[in-house]
């Protein structure tokens, strides 16, 4: 059957056969066949050579009422349209494969519908597709979970609300990435700034390697005579514990104790706190996430991605901006207090 212009069909069926449910659907048009040819649909747009806006199109629509011709809106989570890959098990064809669907994700109104697309797969001993992979109207791409709370196992690219990077991992129980150089020792991540290489994690099949740029070309005023006894005698080594791991006592520093011995070594400012937006908080009134609309809280406290005993605030200020060291920076200044004592040591026997 050949389609050349636009009609309404209220029932069809071409190609052989009689009406069958497939995917829990009696479709008002069926096409039905034994070979490829008499079982595939074609669409064609035959339009000038560089003509925008006449490809052929796949058009599924859904408005907010049960009524022909209806403009009503739609709502936040109506699915829009869904397309169901459905493999016959031997005794009907109710068994799903795959699905591609579209829902509103927020709330539309005029010339705003904001949406969603998610994509299923079945799993082996299933006959349902589960969601594995979501587009969210912001651009966010899910993967493996449906919310881009932090605190749920998956993946986060393009994360629009938080200030967790573009691309998140979370995993619980095992490690969130693994990278496998094959073939060869070498590089595994390049770290760059501006598009200069900063720095590298290379590996071996007994080792890691991490390595920042120390190339003397890239270097200037290099002085090899200041007095890093002194400095490092500033330095306040300390033990303690971490308020989350108060069993585990550990040698360390205090940031901002070393901030000004050996500034390169911190990274941050003494008590800095922060504002941030659209914030869930916990029980107790601490920060949970951020970037979580009202109505997403809602829907992942019914899902089980957030504790019932939550709570959202439009805002929140004084969440803390913590200090971190890198400890290796201090190496420079052992090695040459070393180097001082050494010296010391060998002018007094050789007096």
């Not at 490809?55 to 009524?67: C, E, N, Y």
Request: aromatic share 6%; charged share 20%; with cysteine.
């Amino acid at each position: 059957m050949a389609v050349t212009k636009a009609f309404k069909i209220s029932q069809g069926i071409t190609g052989g056969g009689s009406s069958r449910t497939v995917g829990g659907v009696t479709a008002a048009l069926q096409v039905e066949g034994t070979s490829i040819n008499d079982s595939s649909i074609t669409m064609i747009s035959n339009g000038a050579s560089g003509t925008d806006g006449l490809p052929a199109k796949l058009v599924f629509g859904r408005t907010g009422a049960a009524s022909l011709a209806s403009n009503t809106v739609v709502a936040d989570g109506n699915e829009i349209g869904v397309i169901s890959f459905q493999a016959a098990d031997g005794t009907d064809l109710e068994s799903q494969a795959a699905s591609i669907f579209v829902a509103v994700d927020g709330t539309p109104g005029g010339n705003d519908t904001p949406g969603r697309m998610m994509f299923a797969t079945c799993a082996d001993g299933s006959a349902g597709a589960t969601e594995r992979m979501r587009i969210l109207s912001t651009g966010e791409i899910l993967f493996g979970k449906t919310s881009n709370n932090f605190g749920t196992a998956g993946a986060c690219f393009n994360d629009q609300g938080s200030s967790n990077g573009v691309f998140e991992m979370i995993a619980s129980g095992t490690p969130p990435l693994n990278i496998n150089r094959l073939s060869s020792d070498g590089t595994v991540i390049v770290f760059h700034k501006d598009g200069s290489s900063g720095g590298a994690i290379s590996t071996t099949a007994s080792s890691t390697s991490y390595a920042t740029s120390s190339d003397y070309r890239l270097k200037e005023n290099v002085d090899y005579t200041f007095d890093a006894t002194a400095r490092l005698k500033q330095l306040k080594p300390a033990r303690f514990n971490f308020i989350a791991d108060a069993d585990k006592t550990v040698d360390g520093f205090i940031a901002h104790e070393v901030s000004s011995i050996v500034p390169e070594a911190i990274i941050g400012t003494k008590d800095a706190t922060r504002t941030a937006t659209n914030v869930v908080k916990n029980a107790d009134g601490t920060f949970n996430s951020e970037g979580v609309t009202e109505a997403e809280w809602t829907k992942d406290k019914e899902d089980g991605n957030y504790a019932n005993d939550t709570t959202w605030s439009a805002s929140m200020s004084g969440i803390p901006v913590i200090q971190q060291i890198d400890q290796s920076k201090l190496v420079p200044l052992l090695v040459k207090t070393i180097q001082e004592l050494e010296a010391r040591i060998k002018t007094l026997e050789d007096a």
